[in-house]
């Protein structure tokens, strides 16, 4: 089974700082998916990037597709409190149809 | 248009005891997941329906869970016999099409707590 291993677990900065999260596996992934998850509800998702390279904008969030398709990586530039969630990564196992989600980055954004 | 509902979005129980968790996707998906996500994780898949039949129930812990979707739409997670270790929040989650990247849009989740 494929593993998505997230990091930092846990980040807490201040409004207005940069920050990059990460999202490593040893294993190819067809296309990953970034999701955001507030308390109380379930995942949303922010982006999926198919292409070994792909940068993909969306306003401040920055998310980039590794070149062997085994990684990813979120950056958010000048933060706000409103970016505060746990961040996930998701991949589809290559040998079914599940899921697999890494066990994400809590952000904490103070303002 | 109405999201992914699940009910009850709590559920108490003793353990031993049998409970089911319903799942009302977005009308017209024919995919639905379900999930189990415990404190600090995330999301554990479980089971996989395309239609009415079940794709993938690969992450089922053991027999004690079992899914139906009998008609392709509602969804009942089932668990006999649970365990306090069966405590945490059941997501479920429906997609217009599948597996290959696709959207999966998430309910607000069941928190089960078996005491």
């Known amino acids: 089974t494929q593993l998505l291993e997230q990091s930092p677990q846990f980040l807490s900065i201040q409004e207005g700082e940069n920050l990059t999260v990460y999202c490593n596996s040893s294993?190819?992934?067809?296309?990953l998916q970034w999701y955001r998850q507030e308390p109380g509800e379930g995942p949303v998702l922010l982006v999926t990037v198919v292409t070994g390279g792909e940068v993909k904008k969306l306003k401040r969030l920055t998310f980039q597709f590794g070149d062997a398709r085994k990684d990813s990586s979120l950056h958010i530039t000048a933060a706000q409190p409103g970016d505060t969630g746990l961040y996930l990564c998701?991949?589809?196992?290559?040998?079914?149809?599940?899921?697999?989600f890494g066990a994400g980055t809590r952000l904490f954004v103070k303002a | 248009g109405a999201g992914v509902s699940q009910t009850p979005s709590n559920k108490v129980t003793e353990k031993g005891k049998y409970v089911e968790l319903r799942c009302d996707p977005i009308s017209g998906h024919t995919a639905l997941y379900w999930y189990r996500q415990s404190l600090g994780q995330g999301p554990e898949f479980l089971i996989y329906?395309?239609?009415?039949?079940?794709?993938?129930d690969s992450g089922l812990p053991n027999d004690r869970f079992f899914a139906v979707r009998p008609e392709g739409s509602v969804s009942t997670l089932k668990i006999q016999r649970t365990e306090r270790g069966d405590s945490a929040v059941y997501l479920c989650?429906?997609?217009?099409?599948?597996?290959?990247?696709?959207?999966?849009?998430f309910g607000p989740g069941t928190r089960l707590t078996v005491l």
């Open positions: 989650a429906s997609s217009p099409i599948g597996s290959g990247g696709n959207e999966q849009f």
């Open positions: 294993s190819v992934f067809s296309s």
């Open positions: 998701a991949g589809e196992d290559t040998g079914g149809f599940k899921t697999i």
């Open positions: 329906f395309q239609g009415t039949g079940a794709a993938d």
